[in-house]
């Protein structure tokens, strides 16, 4: 059984199962109409020698340019080697994978003009699990991604180079060994490969998915800390966030009043509150998840979108020039996300200043370890986690603010949006392990601790992060076991703990 794809109903479970999973696409049944008509109107057009942007005119700021009947082919073909021009190292499979998703998705809709052969060949590139060489960088996420959009139609035209094995080999043979033909580009088709926000999309829908992973760990992290702290559990009663009706802040001191209910470690010191970054954790929190939710909506619209120009109305007998490769929606949204993981990270970092500080933590050696002095215990790994947000703040200022106008000023205001989406991949991957340094430090910091007192929740977090890790008895490297537990929280390690799914 394979995938069916009709240009509307694409989701993230989606791309992790044919970008991630390599599982098989096919067309559904109700897209082949909707592609033949549009395929028709174009023939109409040409029949008719009307001068239709993108079908019988030159691209951009030589958009009033016609060009002559006989060379409409040779035009597309000029249009992909002309704009592939990326440079960079190459986009990672998975990313090259969910692209193509995205773009097969965008054109099965129906308003780009282009063959049913054209969309088969780029559904063949991903059944063959064929990895096209597409450079990093090069996008400005406006009038699409396509200088990376123009790489990948390369392949389908021949040219260019895929990988296979590791090394970097022409096209025509990889498609030659799979028993596939080179594709001859007719009018409008081109244009229609490259002239969407596909890799934009691409990049935010697989950052979302590991931002998914990094929120289960996150309020796992808090809850491990809060044990280790001997929290105050008031704060995050429901009459407190009853009076304050943000879906996210309401969600969030739901997960944790759920989760830590049953903890005798928590109220069993001598303060009556604790510091911002354990007591108003759902009032921070809580924005984040209302961030990510909002971005999860834009993410899945801009996956099922015609995100071609010009867009072909067959019923309405119109051609209209619009704007929906633009990918300001995604640059915006990636934009957001670093803010509130880079909020994420930093109230984290605060929590493991507080458990390692002896004048603060309430009973624990200094940085968490036996013999302090003789022993550093975490007071490097601190360090690591004090540079890692330092750098997410850097990595905030947003791409959205730094438009460049481009050909002669017709483009005169871009999105950014691969800047943007690059930069929150980066701010990702250091929060992942930012977290997965708290949840370290909290496990050996309950090393000074009665663990029989823990809650049930806390028991599992414990256990879970107990199989990577040992506690420091005296001083080593714990390098790789920072690594590996930030890889499993990208993997998804702490999905399913929580009592309450972070439903989104």
Known sequence: MSILLDGHSLSLDTIVS????????????????????????????????????????????????PINESQLSHLQVNLIRSHAVG????LPEELVRATILIRVNSLLIGYSGIRKELIDALIDVLNHEIYPFIPSKGSLGASGDLAPLAHLALVLMGEGECFQNDEKIPSRFVLRDHGLKPI??????????????????????????????????????IVLSLEAFCGCKAAFSSLVHQ?????????????????????????????????????????????????????????HAEMNSATDNPLLFVEEDQVISGGNFHAQPIAIAADYLSIALQTLGEISQHRVNQLLDPNLSGGIPAFGVK???????????????????????????????T?????????????MAPTACSKLHTIVWNTSRIIGIELLTAFQCLEFRDRNKMGSVAKKIYDLVSSQFEPVLIDRSIHKEMETMGDQILK????????IEIIL
């Open 87 to 90: 440079v960079g190292k190459p």
């Open 184 to 221: 001859l580009l007719e009018p409008k088709e081109g244009l229609a490969l490259i002239n969407g926000t596909s890799m934009s999309t691409a990049m935010l829908s697989l950052n979302l998915i590991h931002i998914l992973h990094l929120l289960d760990s996150a309020f796992c992290s």
């Open 403 to 415: 438009s460049i106008p481009v050909s002669a000023n017709q483009e005169d205001f871009v999105s």
């Open 492 to 499: 998804g390690m702490f999905q399913d703990i929580l009592p």
């Open 371 to 401: 013999e302090p002095g003789l022993n550093s215990g975490f007071m490097i790994v601190q360090y690591t986690d004090a540079a890692l947000v330092s750098q997410n703040k850097t990595l905030t200022y947003p791409a959205t603010s």
């Open 18 to 65: 044919v970008a991630c999973k390599r599982e098989k696409v096919s067309i559904h049944p109700d897209a082949f109409d909707r592609i033949q008509q549009s395929r028709d109107y174009v023939g109409r057009i040409l029949e008719s020698n009307k001068v239709v942007y993108g079908i019988n005119t030159g691209f951009g700021k030589l958009s009033s340019t």
């Open 243 to 299: 009076q304050k009706p943000h879906q996210g802040q309401q969600l969030a001191g739901k997960i944790l009043e759920t989760s830590i209910y049953d903890s005798k470690l928590l109220d069993s010191s001598s303060r009556v509150q604790d510091p911002y970054s354990f007591r108003c954790v759902p009032q921070v929190l809580g924005p984040v998840i209302d961030t990510i939710r909002y971005c999860l909506q834009v993410n």
